[in-house]
């Protein structure tokens, strides 16, 4: 169940990044749907921490400890909101590379959420 | 005088997030909370397996804290101040990188900046590099 939220949480971030590199590429600021499209990967990060939260509470254990696992949980979730601000405050190209470097970072988490929780 | 200098031609403090900036701010926050994080969980678990390599890691996540700090502040002491500390993490990061290949048995787990950042996609080394070529173009004009 985690396992497959991780997966298509990592690949969302991944067409997220694509997305706004692209927007990056053609000069333009992140968009309403830019927006809309880092909602959808907030929200699928928001399901992953609380289903992450109710495996623990239901009392099975990440392979690499409870502490890293929580934390990189909470990393994920504020990776791409925090990004989002960040290119509302920069409404150039730059803040469209802002938020693709958000869900490269993103990815990389996911890909060590998955390591730590054992495939 | 440089600062009565600085008052008469540039009245605001210089952006240094505007543009290419708020990129590095980006990566600046996520190492600070990479390195910090780390730091803090392993020597509050396990600081005896690698004190060196832990406290390492806390000292990187405070210099990679005060220059995000000094980015976001902008002007030209904290751009300065950022200057240097940008100068001091590229040698920490040679240094480390450099140590932990030449001699691997000090460092029995990694740190932030073991083998150049190779953990880290080498974004420990291409950081203070990109930040110092930012932060040199973006320094006060002097007359």
């Excluded at chain 1, 939260?53 to 909470?74: H, M, N």
């Excluded at chain 1, 150039?92 to 959420?113: C, F, K, N």
């Excluded at chain 2, 980006?26 to 990479?34: A, K, T």
């Amino acid at each position: 169940m985690l396992n497959v939220l991780t997966l298509v949480t990592g690949v969302a971030a991944l067409l997220l990044a694509a997305w706004c590199g692209w927007a990056a590429y053609r000069d333009q600021p992140t968009k309403d749907w830019h927006f809309i499209g880092m909602a959808v990967v907030s929200l699928l990060a928001v399901v992953q921490l609380v289903v992450g939260i109710v495996l623990l509470a239901r009392g099975e254990k990440p392979d690499q400890g409870t502490t890293i696992f929580v934390a990189y949980l909470l990393g994920a979730f504020a990776c791409v909101p925090a990004a989002g601000f960040m290119s509302l405050a920069e409404r150039t190209r730059w803040g469209s590379v802002t938020v693709a470097a958000g869900g490269v970072v993103l990815a990389v988490l996911e890909v060590r959420l998955y390591d730590i929780w054992g495939g | 005088m440089a600062v009565a200098e600085e008052k008469r031609a540039k009245p605001a403090r210089t952006r240094l997030i505007s543009g290419p900036g708020m990129l590095l701010v980006w990566f600046y926050g996520v190492m600070v909370v990479g390195a910090v994080s780390r730091s803090v969980y392993q020597i509050a678990t396990d600081f005896d397996r690698a004190p060196l390599a832990y406290s390492l890691s806390a000292v990187a996540g405070v210099v990679y804290g005060f220059i995000t700090y000094s980015l976001v502040r902008g002007g030209e002491t904290a751009r300065r101040a950022a200057q240097v500390c940008c100068a001091a993490e590229l040698a920490g990061v040679l240094t480390v990188g450099t140590w932990t290949l030449v001699d691997p048995g000090a460092f029995p787990d990694s740190t932030v900046w073991s083998d150049y950042g190779m953990g880290y996609v080498f974004i420990p080394v291409l950081l203070p590099l990109s930040a110092l070529y930012w932060l040199r173009k973006n320094r006060a004009v002097t007359p």
